[in-house]
């Protein structure tokens, strides 16, 4: 017989379709912890940010256990501009000098972590802004990569998981700015991507999710649908993953090793790619893997 049901109602039925393909991965991640490392374009378009604090939200609602860590980086560098401050990286790592570290923290620590969690209360959560000062949550030390001096870029040795279990427990999102004092009280600025690896591992989170304004690894132009850690290692290596991807598989391979099941690097500039790469068949951006995870090669979260 012909289909005789009009188009707002099959519309409907395509909508279902999309609910019921959710379904299996919302049972299997239900109560389970997810690191998602927020940052560029989503944070910065005030349309991306509103959908993806909608997004987490959603994902707390139905039993997933959303923990934020965010940077801020485009703010920070306008911030050190108008100061008279030099911008420089090395290997992803902004060099940051004591008038530095203070601006950090002040931006981020403060404006940004601020407006995260303001924009996630507008979308219906509960939500609490912390740094990694407060409780002395996040060991810090001066980082110094190949013997390099960056100045007060911090290196965490050890990560206090109590305020974030507490905060967790009682149904709260916890939202965790890259910023934290050593033992002497001197602010650093961490790379927000090493902030979100370290607590990951720290927490055995489930997956760890990086936003980011790429849709992923690229290798030679192509996307890598999926990569295990070795293959990470040959990037890092060889020399392919460069500027600000260098943190990102860094940290993969620390929360991997942890025992982070999942690491996925998604684009943030795509709506709702949060959702995507958790609850649909097939994610959008690259998943990291461990060698000895038996999906590896499979489509899907």
Same mark, same amino acid.
């Not at 991640?29 to 939200?57: N, Q």
């Not at 609602?61 to 980086?73: A, D, E, K, R």
């Not at 950090?104 to 601020?114: C, P, Q, T, W």
């Not at 409780?135 to 190949?146: I, Q, S, T």
């Given at each position: 017989m012909p289909d005789t049901h009009p188009e707002p109602v099959l519309e409907l039925a395509s909508r279902a379709k999309v609910l019921m393909e959710a379904l299996p991965y919302l049972q299997q991640f239900r109560g389970a912890l997810v690191v998602i490392k927020y940052g560029g374009a989503a944070m910065? *378009? *005030? #349309?991306?940010?509103d959908s993806w604090a909608r997004d987490v939200v959603l994902l707390e609602h139905v039993g997933? !256990?959303? !923990?934020?860590?965010?940077?801020g980086g485009p703010a920070l560098t306008r911030t050190l501009q108008r100061m008279g401050i030099q911008t420089r990286f090395v290997d992803g790592h902004r060099v940051t000098d004591a008038d530095g570290a203070e601006v950090a923290e002040m931006v981020l620590s403060g404006r940004i972590n601020k407006q995260v969690v303001s924009r996630l209360q507008r979308a219906g959560g509960r939500a609490v802004g912390l740094s990694g000062t407060d409780a002395g949550m996040l060991r810090v030390r001066r980082h110094r990569p190949g013997g390099r001096d960056i100045g007060f870029v911090g290196v965490i040795d050890a990560v206090d998981t109590g305020p974030i279990r507490l905060l967790l427990e009682n #149904?709260?999102?916890p939202v965790l700015s890259s910023t934290a004092a050593d033992v002497d009280g001197q602010t650093h600025n961490i790379n927000a991507d090493v902030v979100a690896g370290a607590v990951a591992a720290a927490m055995g989170a489930t997956k760890l999710i990086f936003l980011s304004d790429v849709r992923g690894v690229m290798v030679d132009g192509e996307l890598c649908h999926t990569l295990d850690a070795g293959g990470v290692r040959q990037l890092l290596d060889g020399g392919e993953a460069s500027g600000g991807m260098r943190p990102k598989l860094g940290a993969a391979l620390e929360a991997l090793a942890a025992g982070v099941a999942r690491v996925h690097l998604v684009d943030g500039r795509l709506p709702h790619a949060l959702l995507l790469e958790i609850l649909t068949d097939r994610g959008v951006g690259t998943l990291v893997v461990d060698t000895e995870d038996p999906i590896l090669g499979e489509a899907g979260p």
């Amino acid at each position: 017989m012909p289909d005789t049901h009009p188009e707002p109602v099959l519309e409907l039925a395509s909508r279902a379709k999309v609910l019921m393909e959710a379904l299996p991965y919302l049972q299997q991640f239900r109560g389970a912890l997810v690191v998602i490392k927020y940052g560029g374009a989503a944070m910065v *378009d *005030d #349309e991306l940010a509103d959908s993806w604090a909608r997004d987490v939200v959603l994902l707390e609602h139905v039993g997933l !256990l959303p !923990l934020i860590v965010h940077g801020g980086g485009p703010a920070l560098t306008r911030t050190l501009q108008r100061m008279g401050i030099q911008t420089r990286f090395v290997d992803g790592h902004r060099v940051t000098d004591a008038d530095g570290a203070e601006v950090a923290e002040m931006v981020l620590s403060g404006r940004i972590n601020k407006q995260v969690v303001s924009r996630l209360q507008r979308a219906g959560g509960r939500a609490v802004g912390l740094s990694g000062t407060d409780a002395g949550m996040l060991r810090v030390r001066r980082h110094r990569p190949g013997g390099r001096d960056i100045g007060f870029v911090g290196v965490i040795d050890a990560v206090d998981t109590g305020p974030i279990r507490l905060l967790l427990e009682n #149904e709260y999102i916890p939202v965790l700015s890259s910023t934290a004092a050593d033992v002497d009280g001197q602010t650093h600025n961490i790379n927000a991507d090493v902030v979100a690896g370290a607590v990951a591992a720290a927490m055995g989170a489930t997956k760890l999710i990086f936003l980011s304004d790429v849709r992923g690894v690229m290798v030679d132009g192509e996307l890598c649908h999926t990569l295990d850690a070795g293959g990470v290692r040959q990037l890092l290596d060889g020399g392919e993953a460069s500027g600000g991807m260098r943190p990102k598989l860094g940290a993969a391979l620390e929360a991997l090793a942890a025992g982070v099941a999942r690491v996925h690097l998604v684009d943030g500039r795509l709506p709702h790619a949060l959702l995507l790469e958790i609850l649909t068949d097939r994610g959008v951006g690259t998943l990291v893997v461990d060698t000895e995870d038996p999906i590896l090669g499979e489509a899907g979260p």
